[in-house]
Structure formats: structure tokens, C-alpha cells
């Protein structure tokens, strides 16, 4: 039963049990092998324990009434499920698993310590778990300064507890917890240029690894959609960012998100982050309102953060903020709930009999998106913005926005460890194609494709070594990338170290003639391989294979 009064003697089971797990995670390695995580988690958690014992030793009373809500446990399996599909795929999600159990922790005791001092009474539900899920969906802080997740969780439970105001007669929170302290946090992140300091962008890119994430997270999202009236949020929210993402198109021939139509983190978040009933309108119509400004304000917000980005400088990379677009307007709409109620209201399509709270019409409203999803879900799976060449071509005409968006879409493949992507990029930074010339940060992005098994990476990275651009002239590591790129099938790669071998590197290669003929052989075969298999190129270095010696 809701509100149902528990024991005394629970409020201390569940506290001492809570401490229990939270100080017992400790032992584990990904806790104490780091010390700043190690700190933060037992610093919480002797700050918490203090709080416990001065409200204890205080004779305050506290009374424990049970809370346990569909749409919690619905919403936690939900999460769960997220994150166990996500992490199939990226398998830090399950090496963080830990710190999610001590942020659970976390929220419990600190939750339960400031209602029991504002107001002598603990709801116990599992309404805290899609909190913590939910904010850690988009973002994490690095090791290094885990300290601030958790005042980041306290800042959601706070708001819930402090921001508060009276709506259709009754006193309830007014900003998604989540959500609020997502946009604070991303508010403080980007004027401060500490982005780099989280995993947002990691999420970001990394949720879309899984191959059928957007249907896995549509399905999950039916669940809370056919029980609850939020169907209608979700489905304007999406045709907004469709719409808007056309309209950028016709007017500039360019995709907005560049290689799908919504981005898998948005569909997220239109999907659990910002349809919070508690939250959000209650009229229909205002669902709908609601829902259609959160998707436009992506798009516009996608443009203005593109604007706040930063080019690589020296071996540091891009800096980009755009996937913070689906977080800073949902405090703002929260706000804005009464004005679109209110204009809901006067819409009035409940007189039409047009009401979520009736389940066929509920139903019949879920019916309609999952055909809309599926008439474009190849647009959000199979974008034409996927391909290379779409970008590469319109950047070669001097459109800048094409060279950023591809430049964008390389480094977003490249963190996916797409390391032919990191190739690629590094050669637009090595030649300036669309992008500042930065040697330093192409030497890195071709390591790290070299790294990944592309040989011609090695060989890219083997002739700026030779030729000390982008770090210090060493013709013995360029010797050595030039013999794994050659191992690798790349025949420029046998071809440089044949040169080098010949004497054409210096630098303390010794000559060796005999190994210079054997590369010889090798190149010349690699590409007569790459020119029968079309290879223009490789028939072309074929030909004029004779008498070449200077690495390429």
C-alpha cells in the first residue's frame, strides 16, 4: 500500500545495510584502485555516516513510509537493461558498475539524511535507482575527479527536495532531478572548458555501438509508454528533430547531425530523460507542445554548441560539446510546465475524447509512433550522412561546415575505434584538407590507427617520423613502422623501407642490400595484389614500381 508506515527498526536495517554495501565496494579493485574514487567514496560516506549519527544522536524522529511506484521499478528495469546491451558492447559500462551500486548507496543515505532533517520522514522505493541510472546515462566524471558525481547526484535529490511549488493542487517538485543537475553540471562544464574531465562524449558516441540500440531502446520505451501518458512527449519530441533536421537540409544541403537523423544519446534522452510525469504537462495537448519544443531546441542547441567547439591544438584533440544538446533545455521546460498546460488547456482535445489517460487511446497513440519509428528508423540506422565521400566531396568544394562535420564524423568512428577513420583524419590534420594544419595531432591519430592493425597508418606515421614532422626525426622507429606496414599488406609501407635500407632514412640505419631487395620484391607484389583488385593507385606505382626509392 503507498505511504504505508514502516518500522523503526527497518529505517535502521536498511541505513546500517546501505553503509554496509556502500563502504564494502571499497574492496573492490575498481574502487580502491584508484585513490581519488577511493577517496570520494569513503569520504561520502563517512560525511553521510556523520549526518546519520547527529540526526540519531538528536532524538530527531523519523518514520519510514513505504514508496514503491510502478513507474520506479518500471523505469529501473528499463535503465538496466540499457546498460547491460550498452555494455555487451562497451565494456567500461560494466567496469563502472560498482560506482553505480556507491552512487545507489549514495542517494539512499543522503536522500533519507535530508528528509529526515527537513521533515522527519523517509520515503523507502525504489524511486532513487532511475535518478542515479538516468544521470549516469549521459554523464560521468573521470577518476581523477570522481569527487564531483556524487555533489552532482546531491544536487538532483536537493532540487527535488527544495524546488518545489503547488500544480493542479498539488505540492509536488519542479524540475526532473535528473535533468536538473545534468544541466547544471553541463552549465558549469562548458564555460569552464572541463568537458574533457567527464565521459559524456564516450557515452555519447559509444551507445551507438550496439547494432540494434535504437530499436532496444524503443522497445524498452514502449513499456513505460503503453502504462503511462507520456507516449505523446516522446513523438513530438522526435518528429521535431526530423522536421527541423529537414528544414536545415533544404536550406543548406548539409545533415544537421551528420550522419543520422537523430543521434542515438537525443533518442535517449526523448525517450526516459525528459518524459518524467511529475515533471511535465498533464493536459494532452500540452504533451505534445512540451515534447515538440524539447526536439527543436536539440537542433538549435546542436548548432550553438557546434559554435563553442575547439579545434586540436598541438596533441590535444577536438573539443566538442555538442552532445550536450539534450540536456540544458529540460530545467527550462520544466518551468515553463504551467504556461503549456494552460495552452494545453485551452486546446482542450479532451472534449474530442483525444485523452492519454485512456488506455486505447493511449495504445492507439503508441500504435502511431512505432510506425513512425519504423518508416525512419533506416534514416536514424543507414544515414546517406554515413558515407564519407557525401562530406568529403562538399568539403572539397569549400563548404567549411562539410570539413568540420567530416572532420566531426572521423573523430566520432575513430573513438569507436574505427581506426581507419583515425587514419583518415589524421591526414586531413597532416595536409590541412578542410581543417588547421596540426601535425602533432596527426601523428597521434596515426598511431593510434597503427595501433588498431591499419597498415597504412604505420606508413603515414613512419614517413612523418622520417621526415621529423609532428615530433622528433627518428629514422629507426620509421624503419621499424615502414616493416609492420609491409607486414601489414601495405606496399608504399615495403617501398619506404626499402628506401630507408638503401640508405635513403640515414639517421643510424645501416645499409643493407640484401634486405632492400627483398622489400623490393614484396612491394612489387603488393601492389600487382591491390592493382588486379582495381586499385588505380596501386597499378599506377606498379608501373613506375622501377627506380622509385623516396618514401610517400
Request: charged share 15%; proline share 5%; hydrophobic share 50%.
Amino acid at each position: 500500500r503507498p505511504d504505508e508506515p514502516l518500522s523503526s527498526k527497518f529505517a535502521h536495517r536498511l541505513s546500517l545495510g546501505l553503509f554496509a554495501l556502500m563502504f564494502g565496494l571499497c574492496v573492490l579493485p575498481r574502487v580502491h584502485g584508484h585513490p581519488v574514487v577511493l577517496g570520494s567514496v569513503v569520504g561520502a560516506g563517512g560525511l553521510l555516516a556523520a549526518w546519520h549519527l547527529y540526526l540519531h544522536k538528536s532524538g530527531r524522529p523519523l518514520s519510514v513510509l513505504k514508496n514503491v511506484k510502478k513507474p520506479h521499478y518500471i523505469q529501473m528495469f528499463c535503465h538496466a537493461m540499457i546498460y547491460a546491451y550498452w555494455g555487451w558492447e562497451w565494456r567500461h559500462v560494466y567496469d563502472y558498475v560498482p560506482l553505480l551500486l556507491a552512487q545507489i548507496c549514495f542517494a539512499y543515505l543522503f536522500d533519507m539524511a535530508l528528509t529526515w532533517h527537513r521533515h522527519g520522514k523517509f520515503f523507502a522505493g525504489f524511486g532513487h535507482i532511475p535518478i542515479v541510472l538516468s544521470t549516469n546515462l549521459f554523464i560521468w566524471f573521470k577518476d581523477e575527479v570522481y569527487f564531483w558525481q556524487l555533489p552532482m547526484l546531491a544536487l538532483a535529490f536537493l532540487s527535488k527536495d527544495l524546488l518545489q511549488w503547488n500544480r493542479d493542487g498539488v505540492r509536488r517538485h519542479i524540475f526532473n532531478p535528473s535533468g536538473f543537475a545534468l544541466a547544471v553540471a553541463a552549465l558549469i562544464l562548458i564555460p569552464t572548458q572541463s568537458a574533457h574531465l567527464t565521459w559524456a562524449e564516450e557515452i555519447a558516441t559509444t551507445l551507438a555501438r550496439p547494432d540494434h540500440i535504437f530499436v532496444w531502446i524503443f522497445g524498452l520505451g514502449l513499456l513505460v509508454q503503453m502504462a503511462f501518458p507520456v507516449v505523446l512527449m516522446s513523438l513530438s519530441a522526435f518528429v521535431a528533430c526530423l522536421l527541423f533536421g529537414a528544414m536545415h537540409f533544404n536550406e543548406t544541403g548539409l545533415y544537421v547531425f551528420v550522419d543520422t537523423a537523430i543521434p542515438i544519446a537525443v533518442f535517449l534522452g526523448l525517450t526516459f530523460l525528459f518524459t518524467d510525469p511529475a515533471t511535465s504537462p498533464s493536459s494532452t495537448a500540452g504533451k505534445l507542445i512540451f515534447g515538440f519544443l524539447y526536439g527543436a531546441a536539440v537542433v538549435l542547441e546542436f548548432k550553438w554548441l557546434q559554435t563553442l567547439g575547439r579545434p586540436a591544438i598541438g596533441a590535444h584533440a577536438v573539443v566538442n560539446l555538442t552532445y550536450f544538446d539534450k540536456l540544458l533545455q529540460v530545467p527550462v521546460l520544466n518551468l515553463l510546465v504551467p504556461l503549456i498546460d494552460r495552452l494545453g488547456r485551452f486546446i482542450d482535445t479532451e472534449r474530442f475524447g483525444f485523452d492519454l489517460n485512456v488506455p486505447r487511446v493511449r495504445y492507439a497513440s503508441v500504435g502511431v509512433y512505432a510506425l513512425v519509428f519504423a518508416a525512419t528508423l533506416p534514416s536514424l540506422t543507414a544515414h546517406p550522412g554515413r558515407d564519407a565521400n557525401f562530406w568529403a566531396e562538399r568539403c572539397e568544394r569549400g563548404t567549411k561546415q562539410a570539413c568540420l562535420s567530416l572532420s566531426a564524423m572521423l573523430g566520432g568512428a575513430c573513438q569507436n575505434e574505427t581506426f581507419a577513420a583515425c587514419d583518415t583524419l589524421g591526414t586531413m590534420y597532416e595536409d590541412g584538407a578542410g581543417v588547421p594544419v596540426n601535425e602533432s595531432y596527426a601523428a597521434v591519430l596515426h598511431e593510434r590507427a597503427c595501433l588498431g592493425a591499419v597498415a597504412k597508418a604505420c606508413t603515414n606515421l613512419g614517413v612523418m617520423m622520417l621526415e621529423g614532422r609532428g615530433g622528433p626525426r627518428d629514422a629507426t622507429k620509421a624503419a621499424g613502422l615502414f616493416l609492420r606496414a609491409c607486414d601489414g599488406g601495405d606496399g608504399d609501407g615495403c617501398q619506404n623501407a626499402r628506401s630507408v635500407y638503401l640508405g635513403g632514412g640515414g639517421g643510424g640505419v645501416e645499409v643493407d642490400l640484401g634486405r632492400a631487395r627483398e622489400l623490393e620484391v614484396k612491394a612489387h607484389a603488393l601492389y600487382a595484389q591491390a592493382c588486379d583488385s582495381g586499385e588505380r593507385e596501386a597499378c599506377e606505382r606498379k608501373q613506375a614500381f622501377e627506380g622509385l626509392a623516396s618514401p610517400r
